[in-house]
């Protein structure tokens, strides 16, 4: 077994070697694997036989919304531990070991927010940031004062998968990693923050053209506002982990009929 499993939905080849590097500085001495699930077969790419040769690299075809395809990921992974980054990212030296030195031998039910920059911004340096209320699209009855908000996140696999994961009828994966770092904390669990930034990503003002902005506007807000507003929400949040499969096997958005 592995000690961490890092699943990237992606559409991205181009950065899977410098993540697959990069995630070797990261964790030290931990053993880790690098799964990428997408619509771009490596066979395709502009690619050296470098990661096809890799013991702990696994590509997995799926076309389907980025929360689908991080479960499919899951699904698939061995490491004690999962967590989810983007394909934009640059990986700081020593960043998961230090998460994993936190999380080993704590209770099972405790998870980590992957702190980092995005753009110029220097969130991981305020704390308040990681607070859900800190947000006003975040402050509703459902949500108490003091939780913390995981966009990206890392968790025992267990643990994961026991709560189902992540809720896939929300397509990227966002506001449903809030939702489970919510229900964590209802539920007694601890969500701590990574003791020191992770990674670093790029960013750009979304337009209404892009398809994760109106994955986010038309469909997974709405929906958890709807969902969080309700003042006992967390005491009704129950998914299997096999929601995935509910899931259209092609992105509507990105591969419309």
Request: aromatic share 12%; net charge negative.
């Amino acid at each position: 077994m592995k000690t961490l499993s890092v699943i990237v939905p992606s559409i991205n080849p181009d950065t899977w070697r410098n993540i697959f590097e990069q995630l070797k500085l990261s964790v030290g001495n931990y053993e880790f694997e690098l799964i990428t699930v997408g619509p771009s077969p490596l066979a395709d790419q502009e690619l050296d036989n470098h990661l096809a040769n890799e013991d702990n690299f696994i590509y997995i075809q799926d076309f389907g919304s980025p929360s689908r395809s991080f479960q499919r990921g899951v699904e698939s992974s061995s490491g004690k531990y999962i967590a989810f980054i983007p394909d934009d990212c640059t990986l700081d030296e020593n960043g998961f070991e230090k998460c994993i030195d936190i999380l080993e031998g704590k209770p099972e039910n405790h998870g980590i927010i992957l702190m980092y920059d995005e753009g110029p911004g220097k969130m991981s340096k305020d704390p308040s940031y990681w607070i859900g209320r800190t947000h006003e699209g975040l402050r509703l009855s459902g949500v108490k004062d003091d939780w913390r908000i995981a966009p990206c996140f890392m968790y025992q696999t267990s643990y994961f998968v026991s709560m189902g994961g992540l809720d896939c009828s929300l397509e990227h994966v966002n506001m449903n990693g809030h939702s489970l770092a919510f229900v964590t904390q209802h539920n007694g669990g601890e969500i701590h923050y990574s003791p020191s930034r992770v990674f670093a990503c790029s960013w750009e003002p979304p337009t209404e053209a892009t398809i994760l902005y109106q994955a986010y506007i038309k469909n997974d807000l709405p929906k958890f506002e709807a969902f969080w507003k309700n003042p006992n929400a967390a005491e009704s949040y129950n998914i299997s982990f096999d929601n995935w499969k509910n899931q259209p096997e092609k992105w509507p958005r990105r591969y419309p009929q």
